[in-house]
């Protein structure tokens, strides 16, 4: 569950606090066992061809666990934790031991991979704690063709007859290609990205950009990061005209209706 509200609040100045992150994504590393030809953080791998040292997560999930500790006026709460991008979360040494730490705090635990190296994962966890990962994204395109899977009306029944046939639910995301209605970030509010090399970033698709960092959380405490000078400043400055379409492009949309409506 998304706090719209909470974000629409803030930003109209109805409240004086806003929301703590409601989605956090964690990429591990940035190495890659894959090249995929739309790779959206290619660049930013061959500049920083690194993985994050594995007692720095344990800390960024104490964090994220206390968070109210530093900033008892946030509202709303952390629903979601996704290890994914930069490169392929699964080949981290560690990444098994911190995907359970987090599910150890209770976190809804997702994780978005090539599935290459998820066989570490399965022999790892106990039973238990498997099935509180809320639900693992898999990448499927069309390497013949190189293009993204493109997925087309008759394809999307023939996803919904499976899902009926063999009661396996599915979330078809096609929320990136709705027109944009706003004309700032919002969302920025709402969803930061820990990248592997330490860049605490409020742009899914600004990794090694250095105009989307609120700071390094390797060496700050990320609590203290949130709502910062330099996080108002990207909030501000950020021309969302020139960005390319984004998941976070339906939170977006929703708030800016709210905030046309307040
Ligand atoms: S698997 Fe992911 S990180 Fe690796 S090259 Fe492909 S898109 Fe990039
Ligand atoms: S691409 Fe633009 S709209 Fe999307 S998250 Fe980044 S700054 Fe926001």
């Given amino acids: 569950m998304i706090e719209y509200n909470q974000i629409e609040n803030f930003l109209a100045g109805k409240t004086t606090s806003g929301p703590m992150p409601s989605r956090v994504d964690i990429d591990l590393t940035n190495v890659c066992n894959q090249d995929c030809f739309y790779c ?3 660049e930013f791998r061959e500049k920083f061809l690194v993985s994050g040292p594995t007692p720095f997560y344990y800390r960024l999930i104490d964090q994220l666990y206390a ?4 900033n008892p006026n946030h509202t709303g709460g952390i629903n979601e934790v996704v290890f994914t991008g930069g490169g392929e979360p699964t080949v981290h040494k560690d990444y098994h031991k911190i995907v359970e730490y987090c599910i150890d705090k209770n976190f809804k635990v997702q994780i978005i991979t090539n599935g ?3 066989q570490k994962l399965v022999d790892y966890l106990p039973q238990e704690k498997i099935k509180n990962i809320n639900w693992i994204g898999v990448d499927i395109d069309d390497y013949e063709n190189k293009k993204v899977f493109e997925v087309t009306d ?3 029944t023939m996803i919904e007859n499976f899902s009926v046939k063999y009661n396996v639910k599915y979330n078809l995301n096609l929320a990136r290609s709705t027109p944009r209605t706003y004309t700032k970030c919002h969302q920025m509010f709402l969803y930061p990205i820990f990248a592997s090399n330490g860049d605490a970033l409020v742009c899914c698709e600004g990794r090694g950009q250095k105009q989307f960092s ?3 959380w390797m060496k700050t405490d990320v609590r203290k990061l949130w709502y910062n000078e330099k996080h108002m400043e990207v909030y501000n400055n950020t021309d969302v005209s ?3 379409p984004c998941t976070p492009n339906k939170w977006n949309n929703a708030i800016q209706s709210l905030l046309q409506k307040s």
């Fill in 154 to 156: 008759q394809m999307q």
């Fill in 214 to 216: 609120i700071g390094n």
């Fill in 242 to 244: 020139l960005c390319p």
């Fill in 67 to 70: 968070w109210k500790k530093t």
């Fill in 116 to 118: 290459s190296k998820l």
């Fill in 40 to 42: 959206n953080s290619a």
